[in-house]
């Protein structure tokens, strides 16, 4: 309510009845304040659309800038660091799969060599020709399963330099960090003053020649209903 409004509210009514001015006013400062405040009211409901304007969010954890960028970066590291213990950990299964491989192809290839003399000299031994084709087919078997652990190792590995990107993005963010912090003290530098704000005298409510609608408060009502009815 500006000054006008507050003038021509009191002249309008009766001077002798303060108390129903007083409430006159008051009730048209709340519905001022109502409308006014009306983004401001609910932090908890804040949330930012796009193509929907809204009032500076308020200065909770969930939007203060940097804390959540610090969230960001402390998380992604923590986690990349425990994807980057499990591709190891293929890394050394696989590696163990393919020596056992090695180690069990090299028995089964003598025992093959043996089959094969024994199948020959003896061709009317069925057994001797069944245990080398069985040994035949179990190498191949085990030479699908040292492809297989080859690709898991060669896998793990493309996915370790892939990871590379994401200390590459935690990096930037930093970087983005960085900067926003050596703004914000810059800024605070900039309009650093002299005098404590705890010691500074409070802002007037009403300045004669603002063009902003300022809201009278309880003194101010008091003191200007007192004011006319000295008059």
């Known amino acids: 309510m ?38 401001f009211m609910d ?13 500076p969010p308020p200065p909770t954890d969930e939007h203060k ?27 050394h ?36 020709q069944t245990s080398l084709e069985e040994t035949t087919a179990i190498l191949k078997t085990l030479k699908s399963i ?19 990107f994401q200390d590459i993005h935690r990096q930037k963010i930093e970087r983005v960090i960085n900067v926003m912090r050596a703004l914000t003290q810059y800024m605070n530098s900039l309009f650093e003053g002299k005098i404590d704000d705890d010691k500074r005298a409070s802002s007037a409510t009403y300045i004669a020649g603002d063009s902003k609608d300022d809201l009278a408060n309880e003194d101010d009502i008091e003191a200007l209903i007192a004011s006319f009815g000295k008059k």
Do not use: R
């Open 2 to 39: 500006t000054q006008e409004e507050l003038d021509a509210l009191i002249m309008s009514g009766d001077l002798d009845d303060s108390t129903d001015i007083k409430k006159n006013i008051q009730e048209h400062i709340t519905e001022q304040n109502q409308d006014s405040n009306t983004d």
């Open 93 to 128: 299964q696989s590696d163990n799969i393919i020596k056992a491989s090695k180690e069990i192809k090299d028995y089964l290839e003598k025992h093959q060599e043996i089959f094969e003399k024994l199948s020959k000299k003896f061709p009317q031994v069925d057994t001797f």
């Open 146 to 164: 040292d492809e297989s652990a080859n690709d898991c190792l060669d896998s793990s590995m493309q996915a370790m330099d892939i990871m590379q």
């Open 43 to 55: 932090a908890k409901n804040y949330k930012i659309e796009a193509g929907k304007k809204w009032p």
């Open 65 to 91: 800038v940097v804390h959540q960028l610090d969230d960001v970066t402390k998380d992604s590291e923590v986690k990349a660091t425990q994807i980057f213990d499990q591709l190891d950990y293929i890394n």
